[in-house]
Structures are given as structure tokens and as C-alpha cells.
């Protein structure tokens, strides 16, 4: 899917969602939080920041939705995004204090991010192709929880962590707004 989106013209490494996302990651608490929503249930932080995203933008998402958007980049998320994170993580770990070593991690880094851009340049040429309807009478705070909410659960994320995380992001995409 990620070709289609491309030979449709739509791949933007700097979107309004690209800039979007930087900016909530950067609110005190996501960084930590989405993290470690990666690390123990499985969440790709760029789909839930998407959901973010639709949300601020008017956009109600259906299961199906986050389905669709979670497909369109699964294989580069799981093959590539996921990989170079883990080598990150390894090279990190192994000798740390080399400033060779410092020099590898830092442009295996840069690496990461571009593919993390990719991910989102992809779900942010499909917002619009995904149905869903923009609503203009839609609060986007409580869109924003909706999303987030299916993105959670999907995940299995438990039901009271659920509503923190929730609770967490809309605030800080309320700060962003």
C-alpha cells in the first residue's frame, strides 16, 4: 500500500500530521508513556499519534479505520522501523562510552527517524482515503479519546490504563492545538 501512496503524489515526510506528532511526542509524559505502550503491549506510536491526528482533524475513527491504517504499515513497521530500533537498542547497550560507538548509534538514529517519517508520511496519504467522515461539529478532544480509545484496545492495552493513556495524550494534543 505504502507504493500507492506514493504514485498518488501523497507522500509528504513533512506533513501537518509529521509535525503534528513531534510535537505531542514532546509533551511532558507522552515520550515515557508511549513508549512504554511500545514496549509492553505491542503499540506502534505512530498509528496512535495518527489517531491523535484524525481526531484534531474531525475524523471519527471506526475499528475498521484503524485497521486499515495499522495494515498499510505493518510490513514496513515490523520489517524495518522495528529492526533498526532493536539495533539501536544493541548498539547502545554495547560499548556506549566509544565515541566510534556514539558516531554508529547517532546515524543509525537519524536512520530510525526517516523510517519512523515514512510510517507517517504513509498513514498521513491515507487519512482521507480511509472513509471516514470529517465531522465539523465533532469536539475534537472527545475524537481524540475515541481514537485513542480503539487504538488501546486493539492493543489490549487494560481498560484502566486505557483511560490514563487517554487521558495523558488529549492533554497534550489539547496543548498542541
Not at 501537518?16 to 506510536?45: H, M
Not at 543509525?108 to 467522515?133: F, P
Amino acid at each position: 500500500m505504502m507504493d500507492d501512496v506514493e504514485a498518488n503524489g501523497a507522500f509528504d515526510l513533512d506533513s501537518p500530521f509529521w509535525r503534528f506528532a513531534l510535537k505531542v511526542y514532546a509533551q511532558p509524559g507522552v515520550s515515557p508513556l508511549c513508549l512504554t505502550l511500545q514496549d509492553e503491549n505491542g503499540i506502534d506510536v505512530n498509528l496512535l499519534l495518527f489517531a491523535c491526528w484524525c481526531g484534531g482533524t474531525g475524523r471519527r475513527l471506526t475499528a475498521q479505520h484503524v485497521e486499515t491504517a495499522a495494515a498499510s504499515t505493518v510490513a514496513w513497521t515490523e520489517g524495518v522501523v522495528r529492526n533498526l530500533r532493536a539495533a539501536r537498542r544493541a548498539w547502545k547497550m554495547i560499548g556506549p562510552d566509544e565515541p566510534q560507538a556514539w558516531a554508529g548509534r547517532e546515524a543509525l538514529k537519524s536512520v530510525e527517524l526517516l523510517s519512523e517519517r515514512i510510517v507517517c508520511a504513509t498513514l498521513y496519504g491515507m487519512a482521507d482515503r480511509l472513509g471516514c467522515v470529517r465531522e465539523a461539529e465533532l469536539h475534537p478532544m472527545g475524537a481524540i479519546g475515541a481514537n485513542l480509545g480503539l487504538v488501546l484496545r486493539r492493543a489490549g492495552v487494560a481498560p484502566d490504563r486505557v483511560d490514563a493513556a487517554a487521558r495523558l495524550l488529549v492533554d497534550a494534543c489539547r496543548t498542541v492545538a
